[in-house]
């Protein structure tokens, strides 16, 4: 019986650490190949080429996760959820954390470049703790607001850093929208947890994270979809690029987006919101190193250092070493005996 927990302890902790690790990679990579597709021609000469490269993202992404949910015969359910009070708050969330967040992020990976557009975009968790200790009343420990304050500290860094304005004119636009996407992203934790906490007639749901990630994809969709691109014009460029076979890139890069998700709700399974959340942040560290290797972008000692600054005060702030390293030491107590 012994073995049968360790092994299950020691299971859980190794496929957590992985999933958890694969989420920064997937997403790190994502960010740079959306930078280097949004370079193309066709994108860069027109007006709505983020908003275009944004619902094209999240459009395969949500086919990626259909599939996924067809598969695993989940997909009717996730159109039932609709109907539950939870699932118009996953809708509601979804609407300041898709089209919100994601066109944030992909103006500023345009203007800013991917690499500091990551390294900023992983603050958003300390930036929904602050949002939840004012609107939902969540108390923030010492070590949380520690992190949080060693996050801000390098984020502020990086925006001050010395960049080749030759190269990236508006960077600071892109360092603007990029911290709007940090809000879309922080407001749709903040509001799916307002939710979660004040829905209590529905707890008999058993609605599972891939049917809330599946929703969350539609309305993004739907939105980008029915109301975004036709007042940008933007089926007009999606053509240009179906003509041209620029669009094959897109669904290839929705697959590390689905990705991304799907193992970041797999490492909390195994290891908890806060060190699962933690290790999303390394796709700063996969952004800054696949930008020099795809991108030709110099890594500069500071871009470095800053970008290091930040995910340590993520890891500060979601993870308690102590109980981390405890689930650590229970599962070597447990071969000892």
Not at 171 to 177: I, L, Q, T
Request: aromatic letters at 14%.
């Amino acid at each position: 019986m012994k073995k049968l927990e360790e092994d299950f302890m020691e299971g859980n902790l190794k496929k957590g650490l992985f999933f958890g690790g694969l989420v920064g990679f997937a997403w790190g990579l994502d960010t740079v190949l959306m930078g280097l597709v949004g370079s193309s021609t066709i994108l860069k000469t027109s007006s709505s080429s983020t908003l275009v490269s944004a619902f094209l993202h999240d459009a395969f992404c949500f086919f990626w996760l259909v599939l996924v949910a067809l598969f695993n015969r989940q997909l009717m359910d996730t159109f039932k959820l609709l109907k539950t009070k939870k699932g118009k708050a996953t809708f509601l969330a979804a609407l300041v954390g898709a089209p919100i967040g994601m066109s944030g992020y992909v103006i500023g990976i345009k203007y800013a470049a991917p690499a500091y557009a990551s390294s900023l975009s992983v603050i958003y968790p300390g930036v929904g703790a602050v949002l939840s200790y004012f609107i939902l009343k969540e108390k923030l420990s010492k070590r949380a607001i520690i992190g949080i304050t060693v996050s801000l500290v390098g984020s502020a860094a990086l925006g001050y850093s010395k960049v080749d304005l030759n190269m990236y004119p508006e960077f600071y636009k892109g360092m603007a929208f990029t911290l709007l996407a940090v809000l879309g992203w922080a407001s749709e934790g903040v509001i799916i947890g307002y939710a979660m906490k004040k829905i209590k007639d529905e707890e008999h749901i058993k609605a599972t994270p891939q049917q809330f990630l599946t929703l969350r994809y539609l309305t993004s969709f739907v939105v980008y979809g029915a109301i975004i691109m036709p007042m940008v014009d933007g089926y007009k460029v999606v053509g240009q690029l179906a003509a041209n076979r620029e669009l094959l890139y897109f669904p290839g890069i929705a697959i590390l987006g689905a990705i991304t998700y799907l193992s970041w709700y797999k490492a909390v399974n195994y290891i908890g919101a806060s060190m699962g959340t933690a290790l999303n942040s390394t796709a700063a560290f996969w952004a800054i190193a696949f930008s020099s290797l795809i991108l030709g972008t110099e890594i500069t000692p500071y871009l470095a250092i800053c970008g290091l600054v930040i995910i340590l005060g993520v890891f500060i702030f979601a993870v308690d070493f102590k109980e981390f390293f405890g689930k650590k030491n229970k599962v070597q107590k447990l071969k000892e005996v």
